[in-house]
C-alpha cells in the first residue's frame, strides 16, 4: 500500500559520496525549506541558486564530522570550555580553595583512622559509604585488609572530587555538570575494582581456577569484537528471533506506509471494551520492547484484559530517509494510525498511549488535535514520556549548543544517527552498571552473562534520521518548544493546554533517561484530569513491569481537573504506595475510562471494505530491519 510519504521521497536522496556540488545543492535546498511558513505545501521547494555561503557551512559540516569519528561524538569545544568555566572561578575562589584543602585534611584523618584501626583490628568508626546504586564493594573480599584500605581510599578520594567540581562560585550549571560528570569518568576508569591486582573477586577466581579465568575472559572478548566488527548480534541474543521466541503476541499487518506498519491484535475474549487502545512507541526503539516475551509483554497483558489493541512498528530509517522531519513522524506516524483505527473501529474513541519519544510525540499529536476540535482520542497515556526539558537529566549533558553543532554534523554526512552512538551514550550515564561490571565479570572472570529477551531487545537498535533527531534536539531539548507554547503544527502552536481528555502519566524511579520529576512536568502544562504512577526501575525495566514479577512496586495519585498542582516531593508523601505492577493499575484506569457495555470482539483483525485488509502477519517486516 502506498503511503502519502512516497510521492515525496524521491527529492530526499542523499547525495553522492565525495560529491560536494552535490552536498552544496542538498544544504541549500534545506535552507529554502527552512523559509517556508510551517503551514506552506508542499515542503520539497523547487531549485534555488546556491546560497553564497553554502560551501562555507558545508566545510565547517565535513571538519567537525570527521573530528567526531576520533572523539566519539563528543565536541572538544564543548568539553573544553567546561573545564576552562570551572578552573578559571576555582582558581579565582579562595574561600572554596580554602574549604577543598581542609576536607582534603578531614579525608586524610579519616583514612589513617580507618587504616590504624583496621590494622589494630578494632573499631573505626563508620567507614564511607558508597553512593545508593553503587555495588562495586559490596562483596563481603572487600571487607578485609588490603582490600578495605583501597576500597575507603577511593571512595574518600572520590567524596573529595565531588566537591572539588561542584558549587564553584560563578560557574556556569552546565559547564559544572560536565566536569563532575567528565572525572566522575576519569575516577571510574581508576578503580581498584576494575584492576586484576586489586579486585579481590578477580583474585579469588583466579586462584580457583589457576588463571583460566583470563583465558576464557580473552576468548569471550574476542568473540565480542568480532561480532561488532561483523555487525552481528551479542552472544545469545540470537537465540531470542522476533516472531519465533519475542513479539509472538498473534495479529495482523492492517496498514503500512513508508514510515511504519500498523500491527492490531487478535482478541482472545469474546468481547472487547469498544473503545480500542492505540500504543505508540518510540523510534528510537524496536516495538517489541512492548511484547518481549508472553509472560512480559504488555501488549498480550491488555488483550488478554478484553482490549482490542493496535501498535505502530516503526521502519529502520537509512541515509534516504535523512530528510524526514518530526513532522512526518506526526503525520505519517501517530496521524496515520489513528485514521487507521477510526475507520477499523468506527464511532469509537481511541485510548492512545504513547512510550518515551512515542510520548512526546503523542502529546504533540493530541494538542494540535485539541486546537482544531478533533476529538477521536479517548484518553492520553505517557509512558517514561517527557513534554518539558528543563530538567531533562544527564542527557543534557551531550546537547548544547556546541555539541549540537557536532552531533549535527556527523548526521548531516550520514543521513542518520547511528544506533551505537545512542547505545554510547545511554552507557556514559551508567558506566558502573552497564560498562565497567560487565567487563569484569566477561573478561576478567571469565564468565558471561546470560542472555535475555530484553538485553536482546536491547542490541536490536535502530536509527535516527537527520532532520528528525536535530528538529528534536534543537526545539525539545535546547529550546524547550513544546514547554514553551512554540512549538508549531501546521501553523498553529502545540499546546498542551488543548489536551482536555484524561491523561495517564507513568514515571519510574531510577530513569536515567526520562527523570521522573521532568516526566512528573506535564502536571504544569495541562489542567486535565491526570494520573500519575511512580514505578520502581529504570527507563525500560519500570515499563515492563508484568504483575507477579518479584520486588515491583509503584505510588499512584490522582489530581483533578482543576486542581492545585504538588512538587514532586509533596506528590510522593501524598501518592498511594502499592507493591506489584502499575499495569493493574492502569488496565483499571482503562476500564473506568471506557464504555460499560463490553461489544463482540471483531472475527478478523483489519477492515477491507474500508480499505484496510490484512497485509502480513505480526509481527510485520520492518522490525526485521537492520
Same mark, same amino acid.
Given at each position: 500500500?502506498?503511503?502519502?510519504?512516497?510521492?515525496?521521497?524521491?527529492?530526499?536522496?542523499?547525495?553522492? %559520496?565525495?560529491?560536494?556540488?552535490?552536498?552544496?545543492?542538498?544544504?541549500?535546498?534545506?535552507?529554502?525549506?527552512?523559509?517556508?511558513?510551517?503551514?506552506?505545501?508542499?515542503? +520539497?521547494?523547487?531549485?534555488?541558486? +546556491?546560497?553564497?555561503?553554502?560551501?562555507?557551512?558545508?566545510?565547517?559540516?565535513?571538519?567537525?564530522?570527521?573530528? #567526531?569519528? &576520533?572523539?566519539?561524538?563528543?565536541?572538544?569545544?564543548?568539553?573544553?570550555?567546561?573545564?576552562?568555566?570551572?578552573?578559571?572561578?576555582?582558581?579565582?575562589?579562595?574561600?572554596?580553595?580554602?574549604?577543598?584543602?581542609?576536607?582534603?585534611?578531614?579525608?586524610?584523618?579519616?583514612?589513617?583512622?580507618?587504616?590504624?584501626?583496621?590494622?589494630?583490628?578494632? %573499631?573505626?568508626?563508620?567507614?564511607?559509604?558508597?553512593?545508593?546504586? %553503587?555495588?562495586?564493594?559490596?562483596? %563481603?573480599?572487600?571487607?578485609?585488609?588490603?582490600?578495605?584500605?583501597?576500597?575507603?581510599?577511593?571512595?574518600?578520594?572520590?567524596?573529595?572530587?565531588?566537591?572539588?567540581?561542584?558549587?564553584?562560585?560563578?560557574?556556569?550549571?552546565?559547564?559544572?555538570?560536565?566536569?563532575? &560528570?567528565?572525572?566522575?569518568?576519569?575516577?571510574?576508569?581508576?578503580? =581498584?575494582?576494575?584492576?586484576?591486582?586489586?579486585?579481590?573477586?578477580? +583474585?579469588?577466581?583466579?586462584?580457583?581456577?589457576?588463571?583460566?579465568?583470563?583465558?576464557?575472559?580473552?576468548?569471550?572478548?574476542?568473540?565480542?569484537?568480532?561480532?561488532?566488527?561483523?555487525?552481528?548480534?551479542?552472544?545469545?541474543?540470537?537465540?531470542?528471533?522476533? #516472531?519465533?521466541?519475542?513479539?509472538?503476541?498473534?495479529?495482523?499487518?492492517?496498514?503500512?506506509?513508508?514510515?511504519?506498519?500498523?500491527?492490531?491484535?487478535?482478541?482472545?475474549?469474546?468481547?472487547?471494551?469498544?473503545?480500542?487502545?492505540?500504543?505508540?512507541?518510540?523510534?528510537?526503539?524496536?516495538?517489541?520492547?512492548?511484547?518481549?516475551?508472553?509472560?512480559?509483554?504488555?501488549?498480550?497483558?491488555?488483550?488478554?484484559?478484553?482490549?482490542?489493541?493496535?501498535?505502530?512498528?516503526?521502519?529502520?530509517?537509512?541515509?534516504?530517509?535523512?530528510?524526514?522531519?518530526?513532522?512526518?513522524?506526526?503525520?505519517?506516524?501517530?496521524?496515520?494510525?489513528?485514521?487507521?483505527?477510526?475507520?477499523?473501529?468506527?464511532?469509537?474513541? +481511541?485510548?492512545?498511549? #504513547?512510550?518515551?519519544?512515542?510520548?512526546?510525540?503523542?502529546?504533540?499529536?493530541?494538542?494540535?488535535?485539541?486546537?482544531?476540535?478533533?476529538?477521536?482520542?479517548?484518553?492520553?497515556?505517557?509512558?517514561?514520556?517527557?513534554?518539558?526539558?528543563?530538567?531533562?537529566?544527564?542527557?543534557?549533558?551531550?546537547?548544547?549548543?556546541?555539541?549540537?553543532?557536532?552531533?549535527?554534523?556527523?548526521?548531516?554526512?550520514?543521513?542518520?544517527?547511528?544506533?551505537?552512538?545512542?547505545?554510547?551514550? &545511554?552507557?556514559?550515564?551508567?558506566?558502573?552498571?552497564?560498562?565497567?561490571?560487565?567487563?569484569?565479570?566477561?573478561?576478567?572472570?571469565?564468565?558471561?552473562?546470560?542472555?535475555?529477551?530484553?538485553?536482546?531487545?536491547?542490541?536490536?537498535?535502530?536509527?535516527?534520521?537527520?532532520?528528525?533527531?536535530?528538529?528534536?534536539?534543537?526545539?525539545?531539548?535546547?529550546?524547550?518548544?513544546?514547554?514553551?507554547?512554540?512549538?508549531?503544527?501546521?501553523?498553529?502552536?502545540?499546546?498542551?493546554?488543548?489536551?482536555?481528555?484524561?491523561?495517564?502519566?507513568?514515571?519510574?524511579?531510577?530513569?536515567?533517561?526520562?527523570?521522573?520529576?521532568?516526566?512528573?512536568?506535564?502536571?504544569?502544562?495541562?489542567?486535565?484530569?491526570?494520573?500519575?504512577?511512580?514505578?520502581?526501575?529504570?527507563?525500560?525495566?519500570?515499563?515492563?513491569?508484568?504483575?507477579?514479577?518479584?520486588?515491583?512496586?509503584?505510588?499512584?495519585?490522582?489530581?483533578?481537573?482543576?486542581? =492545585?498542582?504538588?512538587?514532586?516531593?509533596?506528590?510522593?508523601?501524598?501518592?498511594?504506595?502499592?507493591?506489584?505492577?502499575?499495569?493493574?493499575?492502569?488496565?483499571?484506569?482503562?476500564?473506568?475510562?471506557?464504555?460499560?457495555?463490553?461489544?463482540?470482539? =471483531?472475527?478478523?483483525?483489519?477492515?477491507?471494505?474500508?480499505?484496510? =485488509?490484512?497485509?502480513?502477519?505480526?509481527?510485520?517486516?520492518?522490525?526485521?530491519?537492520?
Amino acid at each position: 500500500m502506498a503511503g502519502p510519504y512516497q510521492a515525496g521521497k524521491a527529492g530526499n536522496r542523499t547525495p553522492p %559520496d565525495g560529491c560536494i556540488f552535490s552536498l552544496i545543492t542538498e544544504e541549500n535546498r534545506m535552507n529554502q525549506q527552512d523559509r517556508i511558513p510551517a503551514h506552506s505545501a508542499p515542503r +520539497i521547494a523547487p531549485a534555488e541558486p +546556491i546560497a553564497e555561503d553554502a560551501s562555507f557551512r558545508i566545510a565547517d559540516r565535513i571538519w567537525s564530522a570527521q573530528r #567526531g569519528r &576520533f572523539t566519539g561524538g563528543m565536541s572538544p569545544a564543548a568539553l573544553a570550555l567546561s573545564f576552562i568555566d570551572w578552573s578559571v572561578h576555582l582558581a579565582n575562589a579562595p574561600g572554596k580553595q580554602m574549604e577543598l584543602a581542609v576536607k582534603a585534611g578531614e579525608a586524610a584523618r579519616r583514612f589513617a583512622t580507618y587504616a590504624l584501626g583496621a590494622a589494630e583490628n578494632r %573499631d573505626t568508626g563508620s567507614p564511607v559509604e558508597a553512593a545508593p546504586g %553503587d555495588d562495586r564493594f559490596d562483596a %563481603d573480599e572487600w571487607g578485609k585488609p588490603p582490600f578495605n584500605l583501597w576500597a575507603q581510599g577511593f571512595l574518600l578520594g572520590q567524596q573529595w572530587w565531588r566537591e572539588v567540581t561542584t558549587s564553584v562560585p560563578g560557574v556556569t550549571p552546565h559547564h559544572e555538570d560536565v566536569v563532575s &560528570f567528565t572525572v566522575r569518568q576519569i575516577l571510574d576508569t581508576v578503580s =581498584p575494582s576494575n584492576n586484576p591486582l586489586t579486585n579481590p573477586e578477580v +583474585i579469588g577466581k583466579t586462584v580457583t581456577t589457576a588463571g583460566m579465568n583470563f583465558v576464557q575472559g580473552f576468548n569471550n572478548w574476542l568473540e565480542d569484537v568480532t561480532r561488532l566488527a561483523d555487525g552481528r548480534l551479542p552472544v545469545g541474543a540470537e537465540e531470542f528471533v522476533v #516472531g519465533r521466541d519475542v513479539a509472538v503476541t498473534p495479529g495482523k499487518v492492517v496498514f503500512r506506509n513508508d514510515l511504519i506498519e500498523l500491527i492490531q491484535y487478535t482478541p482472545t475474549t469474546e468481547t472487547v471494551r469498544s473503545e480500542p487502545v492505540l500504543i505508540v512507541p518510540a523510534w528510537i526503539m524496536k516495538y517489541y520492547i512492548l511484547d518481549l516475551s508472553p509472560h512480559n509483554s504488555l501488549i498480550r497483558y491488555l488483550v488478554d484484559r478484553g482490549h482490542t489493541v493496535f501498535c505502530v512498528s516503526w521502519r529502520n530509517p537509512t541515509a534516504e530517509d535523512r530528510n524526514l522531519g518530526i513532522d512526518d513522524y506526526r503525520r505519517l506516524g501517530i496521524m496515520a494510525a489513528v485514521d487507521a483505527v477510526s475507520a477499523i473501529s468506527p464511532g469509537h474513541r +481511541i485510548h492512545a498511549a #504513547g512510550y518515551c519519544l512515542g510520548g512526546t510525540l503523542l502529546s504533540i499529536a493530541a494538542a494540535s488535535m485539541g486546537c482544531r476540535g478533533d476529538d477521536r482520542l479517548a484518553s492520553v497515556t505517557l509512558l517514561a514520556a517527557q513534554t518539558d526539558f528543563s530538567e531533562p537529566g544527564e542527557l543534557a549533558l551531550f546537547i548544547d549548543h556546541s555539541q549540537m553543532h557536532f552531533l549535527e554534523s556527523m548526521m548531516w554526512t550520514r543521513g542518520y544517527l547511528s544506533a551505537d552512538q545512542m547505545a554510547g551514550a &545511554f552507557q556514559l550515564l551508567r558506566t558502573n552498571d552497564l560498562v565497567w561490571s560487565r567487563r569484569i565479570r566477561e573478561y576478567l572472570m571469565g564468565e558471561r552473562t546470560p542472555m535475555i529477551d530484553l538485553m536482546a531487545w536491547n542490541a536490536d537498535a535502530t536509527r535516527m534520521p537527520y532532520r528528525m533527531h536535530a528538529e528534536y534536539l534543537q526545539k525539545l531539548y535546547l529550546d524547550n518548544e513544546l514547554a514553551a507554547g512554540r512549538f508549531m503544527v501546521e501553523g498553529r502552536p502545540a499546546a498542551l493546554q488543548n489536551i482536555r481528555v484524561p491523561l495517564f502519566v507513568v514515571g519510574a524511579e531510577r530513569d536515567h533517561v526520562a527523570p521522573w520529576r521532568s516526566v512528573y512536568k506535564v502536571h504544569y502544562l495541562t489542567g486535565s484530569e491526570m494520573t500519575f504512577a511512580l514505578a520502581s526501575g529504570g527507563h525500560n525495566a519500570g515499563i515492563i513491569s508484568e504483575p507477579g514479577r518479584a520486588n515491583r512496586r509503584y505510588r499512584v495519585a490522582v489530581k483533578r481537573a482543576g486542581a =492545585p498542582c504538588r512538587t514532586p516531593e509533596q506528590w510522593v508523601e501524598q501518592a498511594t504506595p502499592r507493591e506489584g505492577s502499575w499495569w493493574e493499575a492502569w488496565a483499571d484506569w482503562l476500564a473506568t475510562h471506557s464504555s460499560v457495555d463490553p461489544v463482540p470482539a =471483531p472475527l478478523v483483525p483489519g477492515a477491507p471494505e474500508q480499505g484496510y =485488509p490484512a497485509l502480513a502477519d505480526a509481527p510485520g517486516t520492518y522490525v526485521h530491519q537492520r
